[in-house]
């Protein structure tokens, strides 16, 4: 079986094969697929595994790690951008892949999202947007869109939800795209991107509960949610025919922002051969 | 070595580096922030990184994240900054990775008296974090003192894999003494223990007979899990109350088994002595010297200053206690080591000396306590 598995599945083999299956996701969630890109762009890029890190939040998504054969780390709700800015700058030559819900990075870690993109940290965040605090059970997050409800938020929400992309783009992000679950193979394309460059790098995972918000705001199931995905996506080609209104009611999907610029990692090392030049000298 | 004119913050950032300090990530407040300014001059040339995070939960965290990578950090804050701190505290403590926090007390609660001294922080120190764990804070009350305690606070902390606080007050960090620092060769320095054994056996939460499993850096061919959640061995999370329980079991162990190692304090005319004065960080200069005085007018008194003030070092005043007839523990706050005094030696004999408004205790004050 397994060498049947092996071959159809080329995430198979980054899994971890010990006691930790099934996942712990609700059966239909979107972040497995996220975590299906994730190990499909590292794949292909022939990646060093034991040179991979990947760091989570708290939350479903930061689940994520846990499932997968890389050096591994869980840490405190929001805080993952800080713990993985400290790991980059201790081991340099290592991929640092940061991964957060939307609370998780835009709420109690808005702080650090801001900073890390400020900072250029060489690091790739992937935040798994649903719109809602799913591991909680469904309150409303910094994204969930106005009017929608949450079971903090019975009456409809009523602050305007953070433009993600938006925000790492001006905080000072190298590279920022996005993209959903329903366009898997794209996904794991974009995420390649972001690992590939340097600098911070954002891709931000469209994706649903259908558990919590999907049910509070009766948008049927998981595959009616994927659907709903589809349909309402457009890619950056599309969007630049749609007039702003229109463009305004689509998920646009792409690489959203690429530019190159020294990071903190970089110009530290810089900082460090001058001190020691001095010191030398 | 030659002598040297130094404060207490400085002789903490030289500490930190002779101890093999490769990472500061900190957030400035007053009175820790020599520490942060001396350590972002300092590290690059010993090929070292420093960074000023944007709050000091972060600050933790990135020092945990470097520690992970696998280079000895520390922060260093203030009492604002230290409850922040509490959670990524825990974190550390849950997860096992060394690092060093330096609290460099000022009177609160909240932002209080930024530049006056306090050790308001004791209790905080110890149960600022939530849930059942256990932690190790020192206390320096001389500029020397903190160079070493600088050393001990992070062989502690790689030595037993858990956050080591060097709680400091502002007395000590500003005060500038006449120091000899010993040269770096003499001066010993402990590194984590590392694994012998093939990736695929290592456990990184396994138990050993020294209760303090390997720590294997990240990157080194070593793909393990660490995670808040309670674990089992290979750091998997679980609910199992046959691996939850163990795992408690062994990191109070790792410290109560070794309290010969960790407990350090000091002594002075204690045989004999009627009335016992204890006492910590700057106040114990206070306390010594009232100490003297009130010998030098035939009182029967004795001194004790723990250097670790967590674990409480209970057995030492136990002993005071049975010998004693009456510990007199002055601080500056309105009681918080005395409280764990009155629950080893009883609360009828112990006499609290506090003051909480930013002034230091003085001889005097002490000693009418002793005479009275
Ligand atoms: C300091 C702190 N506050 C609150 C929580 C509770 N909590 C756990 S997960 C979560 C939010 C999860 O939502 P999100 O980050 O969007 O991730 P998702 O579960 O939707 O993937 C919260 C508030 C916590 N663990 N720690
Ligand atoms: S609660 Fe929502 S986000 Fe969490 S696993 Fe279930 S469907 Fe996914």
Not at chain 2, 31 to 49: D, F, M, N, Q, V
């Amino acid at each position: 079986m397994s060498t049947k598995l092996r071959e159809e599945h080329e995430v198979y083999d980054y899994l971890r094969h010990s006691k930790k299956f099934p996942v712990m996701w609700c059966a239909g969630c979107g972040i497995g697929i996220v975590l299906g890109a994730i190990i499909r762009a590292i794949d292909r890029m022939g990646l060093d595994r034991d040179r991979v890190a990947m760091v989570s939040g708290i939350g479903c998504t930061g689940r994520m790690p846990v499932y997968v054969d890389f050096n591994t780390m869980h840490t405190t709700h929001g805080r993952a951008l800080a713990f993985a800015t400290g790991l980059k700058l201790a081991r340099p030559d290592m991929y640092v892949l940061v991964v957060m819900g939307d609370g998780d990075a835009l709420a109690i870690g808005g702080n650090h999202f801001i900073h890390a993109a400020r900072r250029n940290m060489d690091l790739t965040a992937i935040v798994v947007n649903n719109n809602i605090y799913g591991m909680t059970g469904g309150q409303y997050s910094p994204t969930t869109p106005q009017h929608m409800r949450a079971t903090t938020a019975p009456y409809g929400n009523i602050e305007p939800p953070f433009p993600l992309c938006e925000l790492a783009k001006a905080a000072g992000a190298s590279f920022v795209a996005r993209s959903t679950v329903y366009h898997a193979k794209e996904l794991d394309r974009l995420i390649e991107q972001a690992i590939a460059r340097r600098g911070f790098s954002v891709v931000e995972a469209v994706s649903y509960c259908h558990t919590t918000y999907g049910r509070l705001n009766r948008l049927g199931t998981a595959v009616d949610m994927m659907r709903w995905l589809k349909e309402n996506s457009v890619t950056l080609a599309q969007a630049e025919k749609m007039s702003p209104e229109e463009r305004e009611t689509k998920i646009v999907r792409g690489v959203l922002l690429d530019r190159e610029g020294p990071g903190y990692v970089d110009l530290y090392e810089e900082i460090i051969r001058q001190a020691r030049a001095a010191e030398n000298g | 070595m030659t002598a040297q004119f130094m404060q207490g913050n400085t002789a903490c950032a030289e500490g930190a580096l002779v101890a093999g300090c490769r990472f500061f990530a900190g957030y400035p407040i007053t009175p820790s922030s020599e520490i942060a300014e001396i350590l972002s001059y300092r590290l690059p040339a010993l090929g070292g990184k420093f960074i000023q995070m944007e709050d000091e939960i972060a600050s933790l965290a990135a020092v945990i994240g470097a520690s992970v990578g696998g280079m000895k950090a520390m922060t260093a804050t203030s009492g604002p900054g230290f409850s922040l701190m509490q959670e990524n505290i825990g974190y550390a403590a849950m997860t096992e990775i060394p690092c060093v926090i330096v609290n460099v007390q000022r009177t609160g609660p909240s932002t209080g008296l930024p530049t006056s001294p306090a050790q308001g922080d004791v209790m905080q120190a110890r149960w600022g974090t939530h849930g059942d764990h256990p932690i190790i804070v020192l206390s320096p009350s001389s500029v020397m003192e903190t160079f070493h305690l600088t050393v001990t606070a992070f062989n502690f902390s790689e030595k037993y894999r858990t956050p080591v606080i060097l709680l400091m007050d502002e007395v000590v960090a500003h005060m500038r003494e006449k120091v000899e620092l010993p040269p770096r060769e003499q001066v010993e320095v402990v590194d984590r223990v590392q694994t012998n054994v093939p990736p695929e056996w290592y456990f990184p939460y396994e138990e050993t007979a020294s209760d303090v499993p390997p720590l294997v850096s990240f990157g080194q061919g070593f793909r393990y899990h660490i995670t808040g959640l309670f674990h089992d061995q290979r750091g998997f999370p679980t609910e199992r109350l046959d691996e939850i329980q163990p795992w408690l079991k062994r990191v109070f162990a790792k410290i109560h088994n070794n309290l010969g190692d960790i407990l350090m304090y000091e002594e002075e005319s204690i045989p004999g002595a009627r009335t016992v004065v204890l006492s910590y960080g700057a106040t114990a200069r206070s306390a010594r010297h009232a100490v003297r005085l009130a010998r030098a007018r035939r009182h029967k008194v004795g001194f004790f200053k723990p250097l670790t003030i967590w674990p409480f070092p209970e057995e030492a005043v136990e002993r005071l206690a049975h010998t004693a007839k009456r510990i007199v523990v002055p601080e500056m706050n309105l009681g918080q080591l005395a409280l764990e005094v009155e629950r080893v030696a009883g609360r009828h004999k112990v006499r609290r000396v506090n003051r909480a408004d930013g002034e230091l205790v003085t001889p005097q004050q002490i000693l009418e306590a002793i005479e009275g």
